[in-house]
């Protein structure tokens, strides 16, 4: 990866964290293997890049690093030989080969005669075999070696890699704190901003991208479409703007609504998601029960898995039968 100089002050709700990790550090009370569940788009890559370049740091002040000396210095311009780095883009496997190659690199010395980074970005990614021999590592690792592992899964896993390492939760910031982030990164709509935050999980750094990359057009025009396609109780008006792009994306939007649907229908409405969508969220909440909008959502879950595990399956054709069936549950075909 190329020069990452990102620092805590871009992501202040990484400050605590930070200070709070660095001070377990500090007195020697934490785990070489310390595990970071928490969602996307939340800096956690920041969070942990700022934690070993204190930990390889030749001169640390109090809890900071000291950003001038040599190893600071390879630190940002990535070519710290004692800072590991795996799955840099999001499709790469880790493989036993990489487990190997770790061990290599960790019962070597350090490099520069200090502490040793290992950084699994996402244990999703790691086969079965390699987490087998990731867990034997971990067992008995040399001393002054540190893992980092980010685990985006929000199901409780008590796998055997969870009990072989320190787990610490990053939640996201309080929703009025991203709030005031995206008016400082000067997306100044309100709306805009609450439900973009609420779309994707409480997370600042994910809206301000959904914002500014058109993701908020393409769902304000698929929203649209079905609300139209919806008075006309024909689904299959929307197959083209699903299947066009970020398919994936648009059924989770389908499906946050469908959740909305349900809270209406009983009745909490402190927390809605879509709360600009009401007439949609209402056509589906005053017009089906509970079984029916639970039994829409999975469905549209079902899909959305063969969409993203069968290898060369015919988008447009899966589509196309899933908006059909949801037209039978819906009662608009018999
Ligand atoms: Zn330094």
Redesign the pocket.
Same mark, same amino acid.
């Given at each position: 990866m190329a020069s990452k100089t990102i620092y805590m002050k871009h992501y202040p709700w990484l400050k605590n964290p930070y200070k709070r990790i660095i001070k377990q550090h500090q007195i020697k009370k934490t785990h070489h293997a310390f595990l970071i569940k928490t969602v996307r788009g939340l800096g956690v890559f920041t969070l942990v890049w700022n934690i070993s370049?204190w930990l390889l /740091?030749?001169?640390?002040n109090g809890i900071e690093? /000291? #950003? #001038? =000396?040599h190893? =600071?210095q390879l630190m940002s311009s990535g070519n710290h030989p004692d800072w590991h780095q795996y799955m840099k883009n999001r499709n790469e496997i880790i493989t036993i080969d990489h487990i190997r190659e770790i061990n290599e690199k960790i019962f070597k010395y350090p490099q520069q005669g200090k502490n040793k980074i290992i950084f699994l970005s996402n244990i999703q990614k790691l086969t079965e075999s390699a987490k087998n021999a990731l867990l034997k590592t971990l067992e008995e690792p040399p001393k002054n070696t540190w893992f980092f592992l980010i685990d985006y899964r929000n199901i409780i896993i008590n796998s055997t890699l969870h009990s072989r390492c320190l787990i610490y939760r990053l939640f996201p910031p309080q929703e009025k704190n991203s709030l005031n982030w995206l008016k400082n990164q000067n997306l100044l709509n309100k709306t805009f901003n609450v439900i973009s935050l609420r779309i994707n999980q409480g997370s600042p750094i994910s809206a301000k991208k959904f914002i500014n990359n058109g993701l908020w057009e393409e769902r304000k025009n698929l929203f649209v479409f079905f609300l139209r396609s919806i008075k006309n109780y024909n689904l299959l008006k929307i197959l083209p703007i699903l299947s066009m792009n970020n398919t994936l994306l648009k059924i989770d939007w389908i499906c946050l609504l469908l959740f909305d649907a349900i809270q209406i229908y009983f009745n909490i409405k402190k927390q809605l998601i879509n709360f600009d969508q009401l007439e949609l969220i209402q056509f589906f909440s005053h017009n089906y029960n509970y079984f029916t909008l639970n039994q829409s959502i999975q469905t549209w879950t079902k899909c959305r898995y063969r969409l993203s595990n069968i290898p060369g399956i015919n988008n447009e054709l899966l589509l196309l039968e899933q908006l059909l069936k949801w037209e039978k549950i819906l009662g608009f075909i018999v």
């Open positions: 370049t /740091c030749n001169e640390i690093s /000291c #950003k #001038k =000396c190893s =600071c």
